[in-house]
């Protein structure tokens, strides 16, 4: 099964900053790769996929890159509304997520 | 509009079986395969199993000794049964819905509400 390994587990920045969030797989999957946000309480909602193509009706603040094993998630402008946890996401071969990522406001 | 709903019982006796109903509309489950997801509180999701659109199913290879996924297209529904459950089975349950219509692996465009299922005696 491929395992993929979220940093930071928890992120706080200011409104305004760029942060970053990096998912490790332990094996290439070619670009099969997700991102999600999940709000308190709510259910995740699908920000990336293949790696780098935006979903609709997200803002384009979100972006995501990488390659092989390594991937990114990157939130420019940080805003409030961007209070959430993260997950990654591989569908190359079955799907398995990252353990998270919280990010809170400073 | 797509929709997915998960109903089921909120709590399940050690040992006991759990059966969820994920009810689904706007969507055929002939044109799109649907998961089920779960996630215990405070942590990562974990995919479970599929119903692929072709009526196929697939397993996450920890569960699957103990999970079944079914459907009845007519009413909508896909319903997934799971044996033995013990209290690190507790966490909220979704049904999912993929992304593309009649494809392979890909992520997940809708997710249900969830229901919280709690083991305990």
């Known amino acids: 099964d491929i395992q993929m390994t979220q940093s930071p587990a928890s992120l706080s920045a200011s409104l305004g900053e760029t942060v970053t969030i990096e998912c490790r797989a332990s094996?290439?999957?070619?670009?099969?790769l997700a991102w999600y946000q999940q709000k308190p309480g709510k259910s995740p909602q699908l920000l990336i996929y293949n790696a780098n193509s935006l979903h609709t009706g997200v803002p384009s603040r979100f972006s995501g890159s990488g390659s092989g094993t390594q991937y990114s998630l990157k939130i420019n402008s940080l805003q409030s509304e961007d209070v959430a946890s993260y997950f990654c996401q591989q569908y190359y071969n079955y799907l398995t997520f990252g353990s998270g990522t919280k990010l809170e406001i400073k | 509009q797509v929709q997915l709903k998960e109903s089921g019982p909120g709590l399940v006796q050690p040992s006991e079986t759990l059966s969820l109903t994920c009810t689904v509309s706007?969507?055929?489950?002939?044109?799109?395969?649907v998961s089920w997801v779960r996630q215990p509180s405070g942590k990562g999701p974990e995919w479970m199993g599929r119903?692929?659109?072709?009526?196929?199913?697939a397993y996450n290879s920890a569960l699957k000794s103990r999970l079944s996924i079914s459907r009845d297209t007519s009413k909508n529904q896909v319903f997934l049964k799971m044996n033995s459950l013990q209290t690190d089975d507790t966490g909220t349950y979704y049904c999912?819905?993929?992304?593309?219509?009649?494809?392979?692996?890909?992520?997940?465009?809708?997710w249900g509400q969830g229901v919280m299922v709690t083991v305990s005696s």
């Open positions: 706007g969507f055929s489950l002939t044109s799109y395969s």
């Open positions: 094996e290439d999957i070619y670009n099969g």
């Open positions: 119903m692929w659109y072709d009526g196929d199913t």
């Open positions: 999912t819905r993929d992304q593309a219509e009649s494809s392979g692996d890909v992520p997940f465009d809708y």
